[in-house]
């Protein structure tokens, strides 16, 4: 056993870090399309052929129109879009499985001439990323498993990263040069066919030479359809204005009656074989696909010929209404998008905004911060289960997000990093106790070294918690040391606390002795007995220290009841030798000297008793008490000194 308690150190739970990489899992909002990228297809008017439109929301519904009346095979406005990419449900690009192969495929991409495609390019980021977070996910849980501090952790740069934003900064801008070469492209085509639509007109001027110049207008026909995309925003002006000259050139044009019923003949065919391709549309499942295959069967619709007028109407109508119900289901699927996104994006702002209301300011203990980083984990996995967002908001709901779990992140990364300052600090604070501790341990100056472990452990209590990896090392090897110190301590005083024990029990003795002293029956000098008595005291060695305070008061308990009866029954002596001492004087002279005493003693308990108010104001420790109790008993003396002045101040005036 150590003489002295030694503290037990708690161990300490040290906060869970959070893995270094970013605390919301990478989320990439969802693509957008570009304007380039997007030509929207105009709007017929009534006598102009239909046009499947994109829907209200990234596509417009197809419009439906009646056809025109022309005689002959009239050709319609070029409307070609680069898909949007809501409509990539079905489109299907390789899954990658190493960020090698999405590299790989982006060099050519960027080194070629091959075309690409916004969804192909989504789809590689979608790759990637998925790959990278795998990566980093693995590497987290490696180092955990081998023994790593989750706060400790830190992630490998990853250089594919950089390389990846680099290669798909290089095919954007590929993108993007097309995109205003098309551009440039349909604005030549344009006038190209507004050239088309001058030389028609002209041909039509000449009634006369008009069946001549049919070859004319067949080669003028060819190039129009050979001339593809236009601005989409000219398209149906421009469609109108060559169908316009087209019906007027067949107007004027004088061909026997079986060329155009066999023109006529050719025409219905092909378009009854579109209104069947239409109306099997119904049956696909996909409407995404059903939408697109409409609108290049409205492109071909627009560039076969006329049918006879008696049929127009009816093969137009056919056709129209084979249309109306694709363009139905697409408006519907993509207003129940619409809604469905408006759904999420209510779901995600009540997550942004929970996440946002925690204070943090509340949060004090590692307890706390883990509790709520379990919350917004939680949220984190909800959020991943929500689609997408509207377009316009969906990056800006994923940013606020983001911003307020990175703020979390940010702030418990913080405190955390405050603690272990703290516990690092503390650490290196007990272990310079330790290495103090260490050096005395072999000491063999006992009283020295006793006081100075004592003060060690002190310290040790005052100082806060370290971290867990240490805290039973740092406080074992302590403990070791205080142990090895009072073990050896122990053994050595072993024969001391022998004799200790022996002189409290010769105390006791001489205690037992004189609590039995009955003064009254006492024969002989008892002043003498207890001077005896406190010199065999005085004589006997020390006692253990614990019992050295009561033993000294009860030897001074009994000394002062003894003392106290031999005191009073000498002072009555001196007193009865005084009065026949004073028999037959006057005692003038013998007065005065008994008055000056007199005062004199007056004066000295006066300062006893000054003194004595300083030190029960001041003193507290035992030492002190014992200094108190040495000036009672001095004041206690002088005052019975007084008191036999007095008598025999008052027996000296009796006597005259």
């Not at 050979?226 to 925003?233: H, L, Q």
């Not at 000259?245 to 092909?270: H, S």
């Not at 109306?279 to 560039?303: G, M, S």
């Not at 029990?505 to 207890?530: C, H, Q, S, V, Y």
């Amino acid at each position: 056993m150590t003489e002295i308690q030694n503290p037990t150190e708690e161990p300490v739970v040290e906060p869970t870090a959070e893995p270094a990489t970013a605390p919301v899992a990478a989320e990439e909002p969802a693509s957008t399309v570009a304007a380039e990228e997007v030509t929207t297809a105009p709007v017929a008017e009534e006598n102009t052929e239909p046009v499947a439109e994109e829907p209200a929301t990234k596509e417009k519904a197809a419009v439906e129109t009646t056809e025109p009346a022309a005689e002959e095979a009239t050709e319609p406005a070029e409307e070609t879009t680069e898909e949007p990419q809501e409509e990539t449900a079905t489109t299907s690009f390789a899954t990658y499985t190493t960020k090698a192969e999405v590299i790989d495929r982006l060099k050519t991409l960027a080194q070629s001439d091959e075309e690409v495609t916004r969804q192909e390019l989504d789809s590689l980021k979608s790759n990637f990323y998925r790959i990278h977070h795998q990566e980093a996910d693995a590497a987290y849980k490696k180092f955990i498993e081998e023994g790593g501090a989750a706060e400790e952790y830190a992630p490998t740069p990853d250089p594919d990263e950089n390389t990846f934003k680099e290669l798909m900064a290089v095919v954007r801008e590929k993108r993007a040069a097309a995109a205003a070469a098309l551009e440039q492209e349909r604005e030549e085509n344009y006038q190209k066919k507004v050239e088309i639509i001058e030389k028609i007109k002209t041909l039509t001027e000449n009634p006369d030479e008009i069946n001549r110049a049919y070859n004319d207008f067949k080669e003028l026909q060819q190039q129009w359809n050979d001339i593809k995309e236009v601005p989409a925003d000219k398209a149906t002006t421009l469609w109108k204005n060559y169908q316009q000259a087209v019906e007027a050139f067949y107007d004027t044009l004088k061909l026997n009656n079986e060329l155009r019923a066999y023109d006529f003949k050719k025409n219905l065919e092909r378009k009854t074989a579109l209104c069947e391709a239409a109306e099997k549309l119904a049956e696909e499942t996909d409407i995404v696909v059903a939408f697109r295959k409409l609108q290049q069967l409205h492109q071909d619709f627009r560039e076969t010929g006329p049918v006879a007028s008696d049929l127009r109407e009816q093969i137009w109508t056919r056709f129209k209404d084979a249309s109306t119900v694709i363009n139905k289901r697409h408006q519907e699927f993509f207003e129940a998008r619409k809604q469905k996104e408006e759904e999420n994006l209510e779901k995600k702002t009540a997550i942004c905004e929970t996440i946002e209301g925690f204070n943090l300011d509340e949060l004090k203990t590692f307890a706390d911060w883990n509790a709520l980083s379990d919350k917004i984990t939680a949220l984190q996995a909800e959020w991943k289960t929500i689609g997408y967002a509207p377009q316009k908001m969906n990056t800006k709901i994923f940013e606020r997000f983001r911003a307020a779990c990175d703020n979390f992140f940010t702030r418990k990364s913080a405190y955390f990093q405050t603690v272990r300052d703290n516990l690092n600090q503390n650490y290196a604070l007990k272990l310079d106790l330790v290495e103090q501790a260490e050096a005395l341990k072999d000491s063999t100056d006992w009283k020295a070294t006793t006081d100075a472990l004592v003060e060690l452990q002190k310290k040790w209590k005052e100082i806060g918690t370290v971290p867990k990896k240490y805290s039973d090392q740092i406080w074992e090897r302590f403990n070791a040391a205080c142990d090895a110190f009072f073990a050896a301590k122990k053994e050595a005083n072993k024969d001391v606390h022998a004799e200790q024990t022996a002189n409290m029990e010769k105390k006791k003795a001489i205690i037992d002795m004189l609590a039995a002293i009955e003064p009254e029956k006492f024969e002989g000098d008892l002043r003498t007995k207890l001077r005896e008595a406190q010199e065999e005291w005085n004589q006997i060695g020390h006692v253990p220290f614990k019992e050295k305070d009561k033993l000294y008061k009860l030897l001074r308990e009994q000394m002062d009841r003894l003392y106290g009866y031999a005191n009073q029954h000498a002072a009555q002596r001196r007193l009865d030798r005084f009065k026949e001492s004073i028999k037959g004087s006057n005692g003038n002279d013998l007065r005065s000297r008994l008055t000056r005493q007199l005062d004199i003693l007056r004066n000295e308990i006066k300062t006893y008793e000054n003194n004595l108010g300083f030190l029960t104001l001041s003193s507290k420790s035992k030492q002190g008490n014992s200094l108190i109790e040495e000036l009672n008993r001095k004041m206690d003396k002088l005052k019975a000194d007084m008191q036999e002045v007095k008598a025999k101040i008052a027996a000296l005036d009796e006597s005259k």
